[in-house]
Nanobody
Framework: QVQLVESGGGLVQPGGSLRLSCAAS????????MGWYRQAPGKQRELVAA???????NYADSVKGRFTISRDNAKNTVYLQMNSLKPEDTAVYYC?????????????WGQGTQVTVSS
């Protein structure tokens, strides 16, 4: 059973910063990819950023240049540094990990952490 536990969400003013953390219950090298998704009220869940086991990253166009995903293998933790936050970044942020299983790709999700950007 894989557990992903997010932390670091909260209320921040526009232009501010937050750092989200996702702690995994097992070695993150077990996963092909780890990432962050977000879901705003009334909208579909969308990919924000992802990082592979080899360290390659990709970002949604809306966050490029403002967000940075990173990983600490020793701590089995993935981070999302969010700078220059905008009101439209308000959403529940979910940690995700993907692993190839016998029947295909398996997704694991955290419980989510709320990020609110408001003055």
């Amino acid at each position: 059973q894989v557990q992903l536990v997010e932390s670091g969400g909260g209320l921040v003013q526009p232009g501010g910063s937050l750092r989200l953390s996702c702690a995994a219950s097992q070695n993150i090298f077990n996963f092909n990819t780890m990432g962050w998704y977000r879901q705003a009220p009334g909208k579909q869940r969308e990919l924000v950023a992802a990082i592979t086991s080899g360290g390659s990253t990709n970002y949604a166009d809306s966050v490029k240049g403002r967000f940075t995903i990173s990983r600490d293998n020793a701590k089995n933790t993935v981070y999302l540094q969010m700078n220059s936050l905008k009101p439209e970044d308000t959403a529940v942020y979910y940690c995700n990990s993907k692993k190839v299983g016998r029947t295909g790709m398996i997704n694991y999700w955290g419980q989510g952490t709320q990020v609110t950007v408001s003055s």
